[in-house]
């Protein structure tokens, strides 16, 4: 386990639609990253947020948006589904916010997100 | 541009031979590389990574990765495959300056057959 929570684990939902994830950061950690994973594409970086701030952007859709909030779990919205956006969404947490002494990133066990 | 390159899709090994998963990278300034894997339905797992000093590093499941820098290499090693150690395996480097993330390698699936 790695101390990091996301939910929820599967989610259906339709083209055109809206829908959020939520990510709890391991105990102490300040950094939270935003991970889109298809067979297509691979592991792409979305987003990093640092104690609330915006840290690092990937490559994240305008349609997509993220915030981390003052308890510093975080949320990632997607808006306007398609069929493309069905992915695999992990969520991870890190100590520091970048560079050398950040440490490694604890990965969460994902958010399956399917667009019929 | 910072990345990685893992040249094996799909590497084959027979339980109780060593293994190798191959990856090379590409950054500017001082490397900071890390591998992880990821079993079926689950996430990401921290394996071991290199910061500096040594360029044998050792981490978790009896796996280790030497650095060498001339290739430009991190290949993730292990003296003795287990059938267990069947997954998805995935070099990442730290781009210098751009926060924390990692940027990750496609991949390579390793099977290890009984």
């Known amino acids: 386990d790695s101390g990091v929570t996301q939910t929820p684990k599967h989610l259906i939902t339709a083209t055109g639609q809206r829908v959020t994830l939520r990510c709890s950061p391991r105990?102490?950690?300040?950094?939270v990253y935003w991970y889109q994973q298809s067979l297509d594409q691979g592991l792409q970086f979305l987003i990093q947020?640092?104690?609330?701030?915006?840290?690092a952007k990937g490559n994240i859709l305008e349609r997509f948006s993220a915030q981390q909030f003052p308890d510093l779990h975080s949320e990632l919205n997607l808006s306007s589904l398609e069929l493309g956006d069905s992915a695999l969404y992990f969520c991870?947490?890190?100590?520091?916010?970048?560079?050398?002494?950040?440490?490694?990133?604890?990965f969460g066990e994902g958010s399956r997100l399917t667009v019929l | 541009a910072q990345s990685v390159a893992q040249p094996e899709d799909q590497v084959n090994v027979a339980e109780g031979n060593p293994l190798t998963v191959k990856c090379t990278y590409s950054?500017?300034?001082?490397?900071?590389l890390f591998w992880y894997v990821q079993y079926p339905n689950r996430g990401l797992q921290f394996l071991l990574k290199y910061i500096t000093g040594d360029n044998l590093v050792k981490g978790s499941y009896g796996f280790e990765a030497e650095f060498n820098k001339s290739q430009t290499s991190f290949h993730l090693k292990k003296p003795s495959a287990l059938v267990s150690d069947s997954a998805l395996y995935f070099c990442?480097?730290?781009?210098?300056?751009?926060?924390?993330?990692?940027?990750f390698g496609q991949g390579t699936e390793l099977s290890v057959k009984p």
């Open positions: 950054v500017s300034g001082n490397p900071y």
């Open positions: 105990s102490g950690d300040l950094s």
């Open positions: 947020y640092y104690n609330g701030e915006e840290r």
């Open positions: 990442a480097v730290r781009p210098y300056n751009q926060g924390g993330k990692l940027i």
């Open positions: 991870a947490s890190s100590e520091g916010p970048g560079g050398v002494n950040t440490g490694e990133l604890f």
